[in-house]
Nanobody, 122 residues
Framework: QVQLVESGGGLVQAGGSLRLSCAAS????????MGWFRQAPGKEREFVAT????????SYADSVKGRFTISRDDAKNTVYLQMNSLKPDDTALYYC???????????????WGQGTQVTVSS
């Protein structure tokens, strides 16, 4: 069982930056692929980024590529999402997720956090 707790969300102006963190419980954190997803008001939850269990592979949604960076610190059982050049369209509730597969597919992830709100003002 893995418990995930996100933090780092907030209100930021367009063009600004935020770094989200997701702290995980459990001793086998480094075995999991970690993903970030987001859900804007009135929209379906969508894939943002994912990082393999070994940290060697990443994948990003086209909408965030070049602006967001996913990384992990296995010694701290934490995954990060560095978000730069934020846009109002990035406003959403951001979730981290853990799973056994490196994938963009939401329902392949087994564990989810409660989410952290990111609001980007224009």
């Amino acid at each position: 069982q893995v418990q995930l707790v996100e933090s780092g969300g907030g209100l930021v102006q367009a063009g600004g930056s935020l770094r989200l963190s997701c702290a995980a419980s459990g001793r086998t954190f480094n075995r999991y692929a970690m993903g970030w997803f987001r859900q804007a008001p009135g929209k379906e939850r969508e894939f943002v980024a994912t990082l393999g269990g070994n940290g060697g592979v990443t994948s990003y949604a086209d909408s965030v590529k070049g602006r967001f960076t996913i990384s992990r610190d296995d010694a701290k059982n934490t995954v990060y999402l560095q978000m730069n050049s934020l846009k109002p369209d990035d406003t959403a509730l951001y979730y981290c997720a853990a799973g056994y597969r490196f994938t963009r597919v939401e329902n392949a992830y087994d564990y989810w956090g409660q989410g952290t709100q990111v609001t980007v003002s224009s």
